[in-house]
């Protein structure tokens, strides 16, 4: 079982940043997927363990960067330009095994408990 704690969601003005933070138990691939009011749970950004892939959703591509520090088993999520769109719990997820940077959903048995991000206009 790898365990997963996310931190650092909250309020913000649209345009600005945040940071979400992901520490495991140990050192898989990691993936960030956001649930917005009444939608699925959608993929955003995965990495590589080793962090020389990553992936992101076309929403996000120039704006959000996932990034790891395997010293620390933290995966990070900078996310610049925010919208108002972007308002979601986001979960961090990881799978073990030989796919890296994988944007499917069902390749992650464990998930976050997630953090709520909100995106005022």
């Known amino acids: 079982q790898v365990q997963l704690v996310e931190s650092g969601g909250g309020l913000v003005q649209a345009g600005g940043s945040l940071r979400l933070s992901c520490t495991a138990s140990?050192?898989?691939?990691m993936g960030w997927f956001r649930q917005a009011p009444g939608k699925e749970r959608a993929f955003v950004a995965a990495i590589s363990s080793g962090g020389t892939i990553t992936n992101y959703a076309d929403s996000v591509k120039g704006r959000f960067t996932i990034s790891r520090d395997n010293a620390k088993n933290t995966v990070y999520l900078q996310m610049n330009s925010l919208k108002s769109e972007d308002t979601a719990v986001y979960y961090c997820?990881?799978?073990?095994?030989?796919?890296?940077?994988?944007?499917?959903?069902?390749?992650?048995?464990?998930w976050g408990q997630g953090t709520r991000v909100t995106v005022s206009l």
């Open positions: 997820a990881a799978k073990r095994g030989t796919i890296p940077a994988s944007g499917r959903r069902d390749d992650y048995p464990y």
């Open positions: 140990e050192r898989t691939v």
